[in-house]
């Protein structure tokens, strides 16, 4: 009993809640400022503070500081909240300040009805107790306020449970998507690996715009979401507009050159250009002679500083060949005469009868989702907005109690003013100031 | 006239005020006062107009957006929000002795936003990261809880030097005596430093919300959030200190004065450091 006493009277201290917000200070300073690497190997959990033990010990002494603190402190404000106005703290009218007595001659009804008039207002009620020889008015306001403590450190401790949900039932991941392509493998963060979702995202198609000063405007992905073979949503994915499916939620996080990219080729058959055909690494085409079949082995951005370059393996009954095309054919044999009887395999018309021609080839672009599921993050919406309702219940609001005695003395009646605030007693001392001056007013008046 | 002209011309206002709010202080005339205040009201209402051309040009320029989107739009809102709160203390004390403190503040802040090298004055189209309604509302009321808290220090300061002036028992009786009385300071800090605490945790929930939406974090740690939780932890080690510990007076402007340096470096500091934050 006497152990259980002493571990709760040390939880309940406020001087530990000091020591530990402190402590997280310190803490959180040290992170910001050690650099991430170089550090001896003891201190490998200084770089990674936020999930070391120390800091999940330090969190959940806080909690329990901040839990057992408010169940201890209950019974006050629960005292506070029920005390009723009569009697008055005792010693409330002893040594008032001069302007707070005001002796009148005026009738005892109409005292009494300068005074109601005065204390009627929307945002406060007031009573009344009167005796053969004095007459006693109450009046309060902001008694809820005295919640706004409670609200506050239950907003705290319902954030730190959503945080704690969070890493415990939720992941966080990265999908790279190249138009066209779809997966249902994510990459966890932090090379946890990776994980399965139950349904396949699709980019069909990623757009990028540009402000005329170069800088980025718009980055959107039009998504596809396909479960057992069928779309069963789309939507198009911006930066600030996540999209929520079977609650995991996609963000356009990043974007980036795909490995492949495409290019776009011709060939000329006896004097007649085909069609532009478009191709990416590995696909394969038709071609209309010899039953030939053409694979595009690579698609080079810029092959050996030569420019733009697709590499092709065209396959016929009779074998193999390979070929070298680039966009700028032209430009390369002109200061190279020779070139062709070298290296036959930069020959556009390597395979007779076709002469290829590379047209371009365009980047291709993957773009870079953020996949992310987190279940605590209602929890810690709805800390956030404790946090929110009950500091400015605490801040904004006074409870704000008025006493104000009418007592019949032999020198006349005496009215005697005073209040008690639990916060901006200043505030309440203006009150109280101002309506001495608006009772002095109306009963002389 | 642009609103980049009209902004210089406001850092000379403020520092017009700050010399007359020195006269007032210095030759007790209420004379210096009034003028002083007038001169800072007239600031507020060029810059109040300036903001709103700057606001105005954006949208002419075909991007438009509220102007408190990169550093020196913050800067000048900053300043702004600082002289608003001090013209409204000023109003409800009917006291102008605090402007000589409070006011060069903002004039170092305008003067900062218009000569430091890397502050750059132009209005430049929104990356898609920011284009946020939650980034307007998250650099609002970080800026007024930062106001706040600038406020605080000021009357920090002041309550620290007014302590000792009259603990070594020097003569108070001339411009001192017209100072706020330490009690209306150490109010006034608490005031302040309330006010400032819940703009602050409205700044870091609309913040999160922000992050939320555009990198799937409500919280990831990054520097320039850490620093924002340690100035407001150290705000509320403050209100518990004197709340549940009785502190007052000079602990209270001391904390007021840490915290402030806590505050500047969330604001600035923090640069220097390597910030996590790679996106698009
Ligand atoms: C980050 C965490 C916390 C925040 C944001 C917070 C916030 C607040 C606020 C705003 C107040 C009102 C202060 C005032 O009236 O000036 C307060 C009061 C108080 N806090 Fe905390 N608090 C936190 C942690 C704690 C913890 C861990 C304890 C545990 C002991 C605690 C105990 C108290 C007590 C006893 C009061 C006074 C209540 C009263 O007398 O009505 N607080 N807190």
């Given at each position: 009993m006497k152990k259980a006493n002493i571990l709760w009277s040390f939880f309940s201290s406020v001087k530990l809640t000091l020591v530990l917000l402190c402590l997280m200070v310190f803490l959180f300073i040290v992170s910001t400022v050690i650099p991430q690497q170089n550090i001896a190997p003891e201190f490998t959990w200084l770089a990674d503070i936020y999930h070391s033990k120390i800091f999940y010990l330090l969190t959940a002494v806080f909690s329990l500081n901040l839990i057992v603190c408010s169940i201890n402190r209950w019974p006050v404000t629960m005292k506070q909240y029920k005390s009723s106005c009569f009697p008055p703290p005792s010693g409330l009218f002893e040594n008032l300040p001069k302007n707070r007595i005001i002796v009148t001659d005026k009738k005892m009804t109409d005292i009494e009805r300068v005074v109601e008039s005065l204390l009627s207002s929307k945002i406060s009620t007031w009573k009344k107790t009167a005796t053969e020889t004095e007459t006693l008015f109450y009046r309060e306001r902001?008694?809820?306020?005295?919640w706004g403590v409670y609200v506050v450190h239950l907003g705290v401790l319902v954030i730190i449970a959503g945080a704690l949900m969070g890493s415990l039932f939720g992941f966080e991941a990265d999908l790279n998507l190249a138009e066209g392509e779809a997966s249902n493998t994510v990459q966890l963060a932090k090379g946890r690996g990776t994980r399965q979702l139950d349904f396949s995202i699709q980019c069909n198609q990623f757009i990028m715009e540009f402000y005329d000063t170069g800088a980025p405007k718009t980055y959107r992905s039009d998504l596809s979401f396909i479960k057992g073979g069928q779309v069963i949503h789309q939507g198009s994915l911006l930066v600030n507009h996540p999209i929520t499916f079977e609650g995991i939620r996609f963000y356009q996080a990043s974007y980036g050159l795909a490995e492949a990219g495409k290019a776009v080729l011709a060939f000329n058959h006896a004097g007649t250009e085909s069609p532009e055909i478009q191709v990416k690494a590995g696909e394969t085409f038709d071609l209309p002679v010899h039953n030939a079949k053409a694979t595009v082995l690579r698609v080079e951005e810029n092959m050996m500083q030569m420019g733009p370059a697709v590499k092709l393996n065209i396959e016929t009954d009779k074998g193999n060949m390979q070929l070298w095309l680039f966009q700028h054919i032209k430009e390369i044999a002109e200061v190279n005469p020779g070139l062709f009887s070298e290296v036959p395999m930069f020959n556009p018309g390597l395979f007779k009868p076709l002469v290829f021609s590379l047209k371009r080839t365009e980047k291709q672009y993957y773009t870079g989702l953020r996949v992310v599921k987190d279940p605590g993050v209602p929890l810690v919406l709805i800390g956030g907005l404790m946090l929110l309702i009950g500091m400015i219940m605490i801040f904004f609001f006074a409870h704000q109690r008025v006493w104000i005695l009418v007592h019949q003395e032999t020198e006349g009646i005496k009215i005697r003013l005073a209040g008690r605030s639990n916060r901006y007693q200043e505030a309440l001392q203006r009150q109280i100031d101002h309506f001495c001056v608006q009772i002095q007013k109306e009963l002389t008046a | 006239m642009s609103h980049t002209m009209l902004l210089s011309y406001v850092t000379f206002i403020y520092f017009a005020a700050f010399v007359l709010y020195l006269f007032r202080m210095i030759l007790q005339k209420e004379f210096w006062g009034i003028a002083a205040s007038f001169v800072a009201w007239a600031g507020i209402a060029a810059q109040t107009l300036a903001m709103i051309l700057r606001w105005k040009a954006s949208y002419n320029l075909g991007f438009g957006h509220v102007p408190i989107t990169n550093l020196y739009e913050s800067l000048i809102f900053f300043a702004w929000s600082i002289m608003l709160l001090y013209l409204i203390i000023e109003w409800r004390i009917k006291n102008r002795m605090l402007g000589a403190f409070v006011v060069p503040v903002a004039f170092l802040i305008m003067a900062y936003a218009s000569i430091a090298p890397g502050v750059n004055n132009s209005i430049e189209p929104l990356i898609p990261a920011l284009q946020s309604n939650w980034l307007t509302s998250h650099v609002l009321t970080c800026f007024m809880g930062y106001a706040a808290f600038t406020v605080a220090f000021g009357c920090g300061i002041l309550y620290l030097w007014k302590y000792k002036k009259e603990a070594v028992g020097s003569d108070t009786s001339g411009w001192m005596a017209h100072m706020p009385s330490l009690d209306v300071l150490d109010a006034l800090i608490y005031q302040s430093t309330t006010l400032g605490f819940v703009f602050l945790a409205l700044g870091i929930v609309t913040g999160s919300v922000w992050a939320h939406y555009a990198w799937g974090n409500y919280w990831s740690w990054d520097p320039k959030e850490t620093w924002s939780l340690i100035t407001w932890l150290i705000y509320a080690i403050m209100l518990h200190a004197r709340f549940v510990r009785g502190w007052r007076g000079q602990r209270m402007a001391m904390l007021a004065i840490i915290g402030f340096v806590s505050v500047l470096f969330t604001y600035l500091g923090v640069n220097f450091l390597v910030s996590l934050h790679n996106y698009i």
């Open positions: 902001g008694k809820f306020s005295l | -």
